[in-house]
């Protein structure tokens, strides 16, 4: 199998790919933008495979459109983060506000919960940028983490996973070491059950169990999401260590709402920044040696895609500011884009969540730093150097093309709205639903794998109905739904999140204030069927019982299986198991019945 690695930036930010030998995992340590080992699917490893099936009467190469592998890691000689390492930050808060009261003019708990965050780390520093910077630690080593096969380190974040619209993917998944885990692909809109994204699955040291990845052009866009550990009670640590990683769609040719040459080289013009503060304090791309430097060239657009992933057991997100120097537009919001790209205003103060991903477009006349409660993590700097223009920057009538987020240089544009993602607020809904998120369990409930949350009435969610929540107590529990993206309907749901457009994680609460206007959002149970996990994203709240799932059944009867047009599939979904398995398809990893609201109203 081949792999690729992307270099550091030259030509302008054109991306310069290159054979890389998969034993070769070192990241380099000097100063500038972090080098990721990629996660590249292709035809040919699936043959490759198909060299070992032992366990499946189907070729992998024949069922699979392409095909990756990657291993899941460990390294006893690093550290694993203390799990409560902000706590104390979080306990002065409540004795911060007396001094350092929240702003008049913000009206909702979102919007006062973010800034008294934001205040208090900037009176409240428990380090100092210099002290920082001449810290002589290890640059990325993860606890646990997710690699390529063959490489020799243990890194987080782990390689970026880049996946096609329109193709059937399936990944290979390789155990290793003494602990169990298992893989969520956050902020996909596929199935969470057979052999797709269920978080039941458990992955051992010697097994290797294979995900089925089916994205659809016409039921999925491409986007900014991420990958990580989900294996209940086992999750936060692994996080915690560094188990996770950026995921990619691309859109290929696939349409996307616009065919303008400018826009579509934007769209292509990517940077990476994931944002973590999983080692007890807010870094860039793991760089915990000084600030992660992006080379510019001066009113360039490029598309930034950030991920930020926070695994403090008390923290639902943070603001990204952006000091002045760079025009910053949002894009996308978790990986989805906006109705009308890009948004109308240029903003400097971001407020996201534990697990959100924000893709924006980016432009810098000057050199600029990126902060986060009020630390430096990363700038912009200004290459003062030519841009060597390349055949890729002109198009068939030579045309020399220019990266915008804006078609002919100047207009915004519609994107295409998939079923899953039209409009909603104004449509009829089917039913509604209170969701009310505490520290140890969701609508009053401690999670149980065995039996699912129900409606009022005790049924099942119906397959294509268009539900409406009212969400409660998600400023300090944010919600996360697999599955199926939330449009935000009303302006009540804090300044993170914009009526009208969708999300997969949502920090909001009016519960002190304005109880008349609640958050409420929409989302149609469409595409896919089955169960569905929701819970808080603090891990921490998650793993003591803050989660929950329901099912989605269709058909005259509840008790029907789910549409005959979009099943998971059940196999392939085992390639290994560890010596002493017996050797069937489904020893080490047997799928799962999911009981129904209806299972326990007989």
Known sequence: MVTRRRNRRSNGGVIVPVLAVMTMSLVPLCRGERVYDEVVFDSKTCQDLDQNNKLNSKSYAQYFDVCAIMEFCEDPTAELPQRNDRRRHRQRRLNHNEKYPPSPQLTSDAEIYFEEEADLAEHHHDYDDDDHNKKNEKHYNARFGWKLIGAKECLWPGPIMRLERGLKHGLFVKGSGGNTTNLHFHGLHAAGHGNGDDILRELRGGDTLIYEIHLPADRHMGGTHWYHSHLYHEAWDQVLGGAYGMMIIHDGDHDVGTTDAGVLKFLANERIMILDDTHGQWVANGNRNGLEEYRVHRDEWYRLRILMVSADGHSSGAHVRFESGCEVRSVAHDGILRTTVPKDIAEDRFPMTSSSRLDA???????????????????????????RLSSDDHDHDNNHIVPSPYENGRDSWQSLRLPYLMDLRNVPVDNTWRIDVKGKSLNGLVY?????????????????????????????HPLHVHMYPMQVVTDYCGDGHDNGEFYDTIVSDTSRRNRQYPCLVRTRLIDVAGP?????????????????????????????????????????????????????????DPPRVFPKCTDFNA
């Open 532 to 588: 569905v996990l929701l819970h808080c994203h603090i891990l921490f709240h998650a793993e003591r019982g803050a989660q929950g799932w329901f099912h989605v059944v269709t058909g005259n009867d509840e008790t029907d299986d789910i549409p005959d047009e979009i099943p998971q599939p059940d196999f392939p979904r085992v390639h290994e198991c560890e010596e002493g398995t017996p050797t069937t398809t489904d020893a080490c």
């Open 448 to 476: 149980n794998a065995s039996k699912p949350l129900c409606n009022v009435d005790g049924s099942d969610f119906r397959y294509g109905s268009v539900q409406e929540w009212t969400l409660k107590n998600t400023v300090k």
């Open 361 to 387: 477009a980016i432009r810098c006349t000057k050199n600029a730093k990126v902060t986060i409660y009020g630390r430096h993590v990363a700038e912009f700097k200004i290459r003062e150097d030519d841009r």
